[in-house]
C-alpha cells in the first residue's frame, strides 16, 4: 500500500479557515467511510481529531471538520488559532486484512 | 483515564531484536483492538502492526512482515512487538495506540525510541 497524498504544508491567519485533502485510491479512501485525521504537535503523540470520514471524539472542537468527495478525503480548520498549528496526517482503511494507511502529513502554519 | 505506556526501545545493534511492551490501564483492554504505529525521525507515520481485541488476529505492513510479531496478553493489560532482524529503517518512535485495522486510533501512547545502529 503507497502512502495517501496530501500537501505538504497549508497555512492561515488566525480566525481563517484552512483546508488539507487526502487523495488516495478507490482501494482505500475512495472505497469506504473509514478516514480518520490525526493532529501531532512536535515531540508528542498523533491525537485523533476526526475517524470515520466526519465524527469528532468527545472534546475536539467543531471548528474541525472532515468530507470525503471521490477517492479524496478533506480536513477542514475553521477559525484557525495558534495552537492548531501542528502536523496533520490523514488515516484510511484499506481493506480486510490489510492495516490502513496514513497520509504523508501536512504541516500548518497559522501565520 | 486511558493510559498506554510504551517501553523497552533503546540502541541496538544492525540484526539484533527487541521487545517492545505496551501497559494499558483506563479500559476494558480484552475488548480492543491495539496497534502499533511508528515515525522515523522527521517522518510521518507508519502503521507497523496490530491485533485484534482476542489476538487471534494479527496485520502486520510488508516492511516488517517475517521480522516483526505482535501478541498480547489480556490477563495483564499489555501488549507486546517483538523484532527481529532490526535494520537501521526500523529506527524510530514506537507508539502504542488503541484501536485496529478500522483506523480508529483513539488513545496514544507517549512512544519509545527505537535505534538501530552499529
Known amino acids: 500500500q503507497s502512502a495517501l497524498t496530501q500537501p505538504p504544508s497549508a497555512s492561515g491567519s488566525p480566525g481563517q479557515s484552512v483546508t488539507i485533502s487526502c487523495t488516495g485510491t478507490?482501494?482505500?479512501?475512495?472505497?469506504?467511510?473509514?478516514v480518520s485525521w490525526y493532529q501531532q504537535h512536535p515531540g508528542k503523540a498523533p491525537k485523533l481529531m476526526i475517524y470515520?470520514?466526519?465524527q469528532r471524539p468527545s472534546g475536539i472542537p467543531d471548528r474541525f471538520s472532515g468530507s470525503k468527495s471521490g477517492n479524496t478525503a478533506s480536513l477542514t480548520v475553521s477559525g484557525l488559532q495558534p495552537e492548531d498549528e501542528a502536523d496533520y496526517y490523514c488515516?484510511?482503511?484499506?481493506?480486510?486484512?490489510?492495516?490502513?494507511?496514513f497520509g504523508t502529513g501536512t504541516k500548518v502554519t497559522v501565520l | 483515564e486511558v493510559q498506554l505506556l510504551e517501553s523497552g526501545g533503546g540502541l541496538v545493534q544492525p540484526g539484533g531484536s527487541l521487545r517492545l511492551s505496551c501497559a494499558a490501564s483506563?479500559?476494558?483492554?480484552?475488548?480492543?483492538?491495539m496497534s502499533w504505529v511508528r515515525q522515523a525521525p522527521g517522518k510521518g507515520l507508519l502503521w507497523v502492526s496490530a491485533i485484534t481485541a482476542t489476538g487471534i488476529t494479527t496485520y502486520y505492513a510488508d516492511s516488517v512482515k517475517g521480522r516483526f510479531t505482535i501478541s498480547r496478553d489480556n490477563s495483564k493489560n499489555m501488549v507486546f512487538l517483538q523484532m527481529n532482524g532490526l535494520r537501521a529503517d526500523d529506527t524510530a518512535v514506537y507508539f502504542c495506540?488503541?484501536?485496529?485495522?478500522?483506523?480508529?486510533?483513539?488513545?496514544w501512547g507517549q512512544g519509545t525510541l527505537v535505534t538501530v545502529s552499529p
Open positions: 483506563g479500559f476494558t483492554f480484552s475488548s480492543n483492538a
Open positions: 495506540a488503541r484501536g485496529g485495522s478500522s483506523g480508529r486510533l483513539d488513545y
Open positions: 488515516l484510511s482503511y484499506a481493506g480486510a486484512n490489510n492495516l490502513g494507511v
Open positions: 478507490s482501494s482505500d479512501v475512495g472505497g469506504y467511510n473509514y
Open positions: 470515520e470520514v466526519t
